[in-house]
């Protein structure tokens, strides 16, 4: 079974029992990213009993890899460490996720979507093609740290490898690569569904040397390896035109952002807030977000024109 099929399977089965969890494909709320608390669209994980709840799991499982898949449920988890932490007082749960399917799954073009506080994924389908963008990870907190040794860190390894790309920069490499002295206060595209596009910044990866560039490529493949082989292979810039730019001090524990683009890649990962214990990251599609590049070449093709 094509991954296509697989995701219409599990979809299909999902609102056999649950209806509600449905929409329509033309629903304004398609183009939808919103990793904040906020009111959201769909079916909520406290709504469901054990036995749909699995089935959404195992819709959001078709959509990411087994390591991005248990990424995704620690930042489940730490809603409950962060409600602890904050008295209990926000109403913060680890069941206030919602899942919703956009059209009729293995129909023509179809979508789905599973979203919650610092977790965003999308994914668009039209007949056995999979468009993966945007998907959103973060974490708050960033790290649980026992006797100075980490219990939990979701998204160290997104942290780690680009500070170690910045630091291995040449003295030169990093004055280009250093865009600015204070990062911002959270990603640059935020939640806005059409501000993919931004300008590139940086250095370019052509301008790397090769131990550089080779740090920069496992920077990608950490990204793309949050999808299934067939999807990231599909985004994959296989070292095409890059720029890689860092915002903010290369000290743990402080305020540091930094970038990845590509013609058609934007990463982006920012630890801005609670003294650098707060990670957004973000991998999106400047011209695909949503499937729009997908589901034109779909309408165009000869099923479509004939």
Not at 92 to 115: K, L, M
């Amino acid at each position: 079974m094509t991954l296509a099929g697989e995701m219409a399977a599990v979809a299909a089965e999902l609102l056999a029992g649950c209806p509600e969890a449905g929409a329509g494909f033309d629903d304004p709320q398609r183009h939808w990213i919103e990793y904040r608390p906020r009111p959201r669209p769909g079916v909520s994980l406290a709504g469901l009993a054990p036995g749909p709840r699995k089935i959404v799991h195992r819709l959001l499982a078709t959509g990411l890899s087994p390591a991005a898949f248990a990424q995704a449920m620690a930042v489940l988890a730490l809603e409950e460490v962060l409600d602890r932490r904050e008295g209990g007082h926000r109403g913060r749960h680890s069941e206030d996720y919602r899942v919703i399917v956009f059209g009729t799954p293995g129909g023509d073009a179809w979508a789905w979507r599973f979203e919650g506080h610092h977790l965003s994924v999308s994914m668009t389908i039209a007949g056995r093609r999979v468009s993966p963008a945007p998907v959103f990870l973060g974490a708050n907190p960033a790290r649980v740290d026992a006797l100075g040794r980490p219990v939990l860190r979701p998204l160290g390894a997104e942290e780690d490898l680009g500070r170690e790309l910045l630091l291995s920069l040449s003295t030169g490499a990093r004055r280009i690569a250093v865009v600015g002295d204070v990062a911002p206060y959270d990603i640059r595209t935020g939640t806005h569904p059409r501000s993919a596009t931004i300008a590139p910044a940086g250095i370019a990866r052509a301008d790397l040397r090769p131990g550089e560039r080779a740090l920069l490529d496992q920077l990608v493949a950490l990204y793309l390896g949050r999808l299934p082989d067939e999807l990231a292979a599909q985004l994959d810039p296989a070292g095409g035109e890059l720029h890689f730019a860092w915002e903010g001090p290369p000290q743990p524990g402080t305020r540091h952002y930094y970038r990845v683009q590509g013609p058609d890649l934007l990463i982006e990962f920012d630890n801005t807030t609670d003294d650098g214990n707060h990670a957004h990251t973000v991998l999106r599609r400047p011209h695909g977000e949503f499937g729009g590049d997908l589901l034109a070449a779909h309408h165009a093709g000869p099923s479509h024109t004939a």
